[in-house]
């Protein structure tokens, strides 16, 4: 049952959350309306300056992307990491916790608000699980102290 900890699931689904945006959101931009394909190519063809540096709203747009795929890639690791904490060692690791589930809930707003319901769901899933095991954790170390 050890793999079935909300910390584990969480894990798992960021995987699946980091593989999908990045096949499918930012390395793929298949299946897009002729429009769409136009936009594209005036963000790749359009080049300018941002201090000092040659760029274009593509670049920004596809670093950004991959800058989010980082950010899920780090929450699947820290999660799975976190489920391994001792409650000795909880109160040490607790401010991690929290704010690992505070930028989930920041990224479930975006995701809401910004996307579609792909991302909203397993982004709200994710950060629930991140939540209860955190929650969880705390829990453990309470009741540890109170032994």
Partial sequence: MR???PYRLASYLLILFCAGHTAGGVLSQWGLSPEAYAVLASMKAVQF???GSGTTWYGFWFGLGLSVSVFLLFSAIAAWQLDKVGPESWPAV???AWTL???HVANVVLAWAYFFAGPGIISTAATLLLAVG???KHQLVASDRAR
């Fill in 3 to 5: 793999y079935l900890s």
């Fill in 49 to 51: 300056n941002f201090h």
């Fill in 94 to 96: 607790s401010v991690i």
């Fill in 101 to 103: 589930v505070a930028s």
């Fill in 134 to 136: 955190t929650v969880r």
